[in-house]
């Protein structure tokens, strides 16, 4: 049962285009939402997060929305840069547990 | 700062052995820790949680004889493959969760090959 989907495994933007990548969940219970970006053999690094009690949290190129009534997240990367080019996950935590489940992520690749 | 380290980064290892693979928070304390694995172009996913000083929790699925955990310290954690088969070859990765903030860490990851 994936609780986290990521429902587009892969997209390609032009530099300097807006990168949507979108999540959606299935559990009401989830209160905190996050994205990662992912380098092949290395660990997630943290990008950017949102509460529940928030539809969008902006940090610098990266914005994050929320619509809790479609469960669905979306994060926007403007303008896009060829650095950007990399694996997304987004991942979902409820309560403090710190438990993170994750999607299937998203390789996004930005051409020169 | 909130600088996470595994050790090895890569292990090859016959099948039946046991394999400890070890998860350190730097330059903080984490009473925390996760343990998920990653096959490749799939999610993470997680598979323990390491609290320091008591025993970890594991998720559904997950065999705790077979994937011990051990959280002897506010800035260590370490798990053991044991008996390892091939079938658990994967990418194994930690996160330590900084006390006072939400928000976890990543370690680079460790890569097992079990042949």
């Known amino acids: 049962d994936q609780q986290v989907k990521q429902n587009s495994p892969s997209l390609s933007v032009q530099e300097g285009r807006i990168s949507i990548l979108n999540c959606d969940y299935t559990?009401?219970?989830?209160?905190?939402f996050l994205w990662y970006k992912k380098y092949p053999a290395e660990g997630p690094t943290f990008l950017i997060s949102?509460?529940?009690?928030?539809d969008k949290n902006e940090d610098g190129r990266f914005t994050v929305f929320l619509n809790k009534s479609a469960k669905h997240l979306s994060l926007h990367i403007v303008p896009s840069q060829p650095g950007d080019s990399a694996v997304y996950f987004c991942?979902?935590?409820?309560?403090?547990?710190?438990?993170?489940?994750f999607g299937q992520g998203t390789t996004l690749q930005v051409k020169p | 700062g909130a600088v996470v380290s595994q050790h090895p980064s890569r292990v090859i290892c016959k099948s039946g052995t046991s394999v400890k693979i070890e998860c350190r928070s730097l330059?903080?304390?984490?009473?925390?820790m996760f343990w998920y694995r990653q096959f490749p172009k799939k999610s993470l996913m997680l598979m323990a949680t390491?609290?320091?000083?008591?025993?970890?929790?594991?998720e559904q699925g997950v065999e705790k004889d077979k994937f011990l955990i051990n959280h002897a310290s506010l800035t260590l954690s370490t798990l053991t493959v044991t008996s390892a088969h091939p079938e658990d070859s994967s990418f194994y990765i930690c996160?330590?969760?900084?006390?006072?903030?939400?928000?976890?860490?990543f370690g680079p990851g460790t890569r097992l090959t079990v042949l």
């Open positions: 996160s330590a969760d900084r006390i006072s903030y939400n928000e976890q860490f």
């Open positions: 559990n009401s219970m989830f209160d905190y």
């Open positions: 949102i509460s529940s009690i928030k």
């Open positions: 991942a979902a935590s409820s309560g403090n547990t710190g438990k993170l489940i």
């Open positions: 330059d903080f304390q984490a009473t925390t």
């Open positions: 390491s609290n320091e000083g008591s025993k970890a929790t594991y």
